[in-house]
């Protein structure tokens, strides 16, 4: 498990992450998004060890990660700029990380290479931003550490290639102690993948839940009543978060089961009353508009 405890880091007079208190567990996909800015890559550095806080710690395993060898054995991180040496190939890299990682397993890395169809001994450098991304992923996976943390690392990934990741990242889970988290300024990227998302807004916190959690608790309903004393009715009864109404059509944000939900617009008789799937952006939005904030001016 990774622990953030009051974490403060200030670079001059910018104040990068403003005391941070999070909770990753074990065994599942971690999101976290943020705009540019918002303090996404500090803070990764920071469960990384590479940044000392200014105040606070995380803790992996329940150690203090920074200048501590052994928890740091137990990450691989990549950043948002991979870094490979100069005119190495995805088997050059492979080698040194192997000696940085005892439990580096070559030859699926191997096999994983080819299976995306990139080349083992072609130089790295001619290789597009996409693919060089891909290589960086596929070393992190077969690095064998416990926690694999991505700074943006899924930016510019192509849906397919999206998909045979997020595969991986479970096959993995399934098979082995395997955490990655996932940093990304855009939800979208991240819907499919994770289990857990976390909100990181001018350096603090703003919001971390489940998803089935989130998704089971909101729900979206699209209804038409025959008379408006019914809407007001159900906009009453329902603990609706957001609503809007396009001609006779009204369109219906609420916390609640499914059940629930639909039970009480029964209850009036409606001419149409269906349930419409949830975008996670469209949960975040309602989500941080009931705490206050108005998500849709720092998520893209």
Do not use: W
Not at 128 to 147: D, E, F, H, I
Not at 215 to 228: G, L
Not at 242 to 255: L, N, P, Y
Request: glycine share 8%; aromatic share 8%.
């Amino acid at each position: 498990m990774i622990e953030v405890t009051g974490v403060n880091k200030m670079f001059g007079e910018i104040k990068a992450l403003d005391n941070i208190v999070a909770t990753i567990q074990e065994g599942s996909i971690f999101g976290l998004i943020g705009t540019n800015g918002a303090g996404k890559s500090t803070l990764l550095r920071v469960i990384s060890g590479v940044l000392k806080p200014d105040t606070g710690m995380a803790l992996i395993d329940g150690e203090n990660v920074y200048e501590n060898p052994q928890a740091k054995a137990k990450i691989f991180f990549l950043p948002d700029n991979a870094y490979f040496f100069q005119n190495a190939t995805a088997k050059t890299m492979a080698e040194y990380y192997q000696v940085i990682y005892p439990q580096f397993d070559m030859e699926r890395f191997r096999e994983m290479v080819s299976g995306f169809g990139l080349e083992f001994t072609r130089k790295l450098s001619t290789f597009s931003k996409g693919m060089k991304r891909q290589v960086a992923l596929l070393l992190g996976v077969c690095a064998g550490t416990k926690y694999l943390i991505c700074d943006e690392s899924f930016d510019g990934l192509d849906p397919v290639v999206r998909q045979a990741v997020k595969s991986i990242f479970a096959s993995e889970i399934m098979k082995r102690d395997f955490t990655p988290i996932i940093a990304s300024h855009n939800l979208r990227e991240l819907e499919d993948i994770c289990d857990h998302v976390g909100l990181l807004y001018k350096g603090g916190i703003l919001l971390s839940k489940e998803l089935e959690e989130m998704k089971y608790h909101i729900h979206k309903v699209q209804c038409v009543f025959q008379n408006a004393g019914d809407e007001e009715e159900i906009l009453a009864k329902l603990e609706v978060l957001q609503h809007e109404k396009r001609g006779s059509v009204m369109s219906i944000v609420a916390r609640g089961t499914k059940q629930d939900i639909l039970m009480a617009i029964q209850e009036k008789s409606p001419i149409l009353a269906e349930i419409l799937p949830l975008t996670l952006e469209e949960i975040f939005i309602s989500e941080t508009e009931v705490a206050g904030y108005d998500i849709k001016n720092f998520i893209s």
